[in-house]
């Protein structure tokens, strides 16, 4: 069983920036892969961004709602956490972001694939 603690939620004007943190306890392991989703009020859980191995040689990977947004969210990953940089943010980018991870290697974007999961950080965006 791996333990997921998200921090570094909150208040932010639209433009602000944040930068979410995870860290892992317990059955943790370095060849599984560390995601972000996110739930706005109202709407389906949605992937946000992963990357695959710590230790380097990761892959990280994004939504596709971020492609034409080059750099706005950045991934990153150290042993046993993972962060979000989130960039020019937007009132729409608010919801509960998630951390999660898999038990194996391996590169998804869906929830399912993703046994391990955190309790939530509130992420608000203010226009």
């Known amino acids: 069983q791996v333990q997921l603690v998200e921090s570094g939620g909150g208040l932010v004007q639209a433009g602000g920036s944040l930068t979410l943190s995870c860290a892992a306890s317990?059955?943790?392991?370095?060849?599984?892969?560390m995601a972000w989703f996110r739930q706005a009020p109202g709407k389906e859980r949605e992937f946000v961004a992963a990357i695959s191995r710590s230790g380097g040689g990761g892959v990280a990977y994004y939504a596709d709602f971020l492609d034409s947004e080059s750099g706005r969210f950045a991934i990153s990953r150290a042993t046993n956490t993972a962060s979000l940089q989130m960039d020019s943010l937007k009132p729409e980018d608010t919801a509960v972001y998630y951390c999660?991870?898999?038990?194996?290697?391996?590169?998804?974007?869906?929830?399912?694939?993703?046994?391990?999961w955190g309790q939530g950080t509130q992420v608000t965006v203010s226009s």
């Open positions: 317990g059955h943790t392991n370095d060849r599984s892969t």
């Open positions: 999660a991870a898999t038990d194996v290697e391996v590169m998804s974007r869906d929830s399912n694939d993703f046994r391990n």
